[in-house]
């Protein structure tokens, strides 16, 4: 009787879409004879998928299989690679912080965090956001709030590049970076949940920056990102559980980071801002509270925190530094940015 499985081969000279049928086999053969691919193969899997060179059946397959197995930090690394090779200008400053906003669903409330990173920006060091957010259907879409504050959207990686250069600031959505990338986020409610284009479009990094500051949703991406950041060769790093998978902190606990200082793992946990650390969820609030906020025309102790807190971690990860001590020089210095913003 003849096996079920066929044997599908292919040589780095194949037509893109026999490499891709390859790279599907690998993956996708079964229990015992399936296999994670490597880095290259990873790559060279997602840069057809973005050069639009795979059947559609083949894209859907990938991303459900990757999704099915759980994508190794080879993997991901691989189509970090490919992602990259779409962007198309980078800035004469190169970013201090790279800061990915993808939260999804309806787990967040606004984006405190964007005020946070214009403090930092304030302190001089630039800032790149990029993001989409998918499904967002309670809370504040991070595009929306920097519009509300008034601050450009760059439509193009030049664009961006420019503002950054000019403003030590800039936000760049993903669709301005690739536009397969973007249909790709968009795939989740079709496919019905999350693919690793979630956790690839995270660790881009599109300018380069020389550290990142991510967020996820569940506590066990935390060391596959950064797993990934070292394949990656990326020297500093924090990755949080934030809201909706943003990289932004709750100052109502503790919150535990997962680091790359200099290329080293770390661990650490900086404590509760506020109460007792019972871990309440920050009250929800509409556009114009979040902007009358940044101004001074509302008072939001708690959201106050969060800015200054989320500000603080960011630059400990800047500065390389770690240890409660350098925390809590950091969210001194958080506070008195936070009282000079309007000055």
Known sequence: ????????T????????QRMAAHLAAIGRGPGRSRPLT???????FGIILSGEADPMQVGAFLLLERYRGETAAELAGM?????????AAPATRPALDWPSYAAGKTRGAPWFLLSALLVARA?????????????TEGIETEDAVRALGLPVGETPAEAAR???????AYLPLRAVSRTLTELMEL???????????????????????????GVFHPAYQDLHRDTARLLQQGDLCVVKGAGGEAERTPLKALSLQRLVAGEALDETVPPILGEGRGERLERRDLEHFRAVWTGAAEDPAAEATVTGTAAVALAVIAGDSGEAAHARHLDRAAALWRERNG
């Open 1 to 8: 009787m003849a096996s079920d499985v066929e044997t599908v």
């Open 188 to 214: 989740r409610p079709v496919l019905g949940l999350r693919s690793p284009v979630n956790s690839a479009a995270r660790l881009l990094n599109p300018f380069e920056a020389k550290a990142s500051f991510v």
């Open 10 to 17: 292919a040589t780095a000279d194949s037509p893109p879409r």
């Open 163 to 169: 503002t950054l250069d000019a403003t030590r600031f």
């Open 39 to 45: 880095e290259a193969e990873a790559e060279d899997a």
């Open 80 to 88: 970090i690679r490919a992602g990259r090779a779409v962007v198309t």
């Open 124 to 136: 001089g060091h630039p800032v790149l956001i990029h993001g989409i957010n998918v499904r967002v």
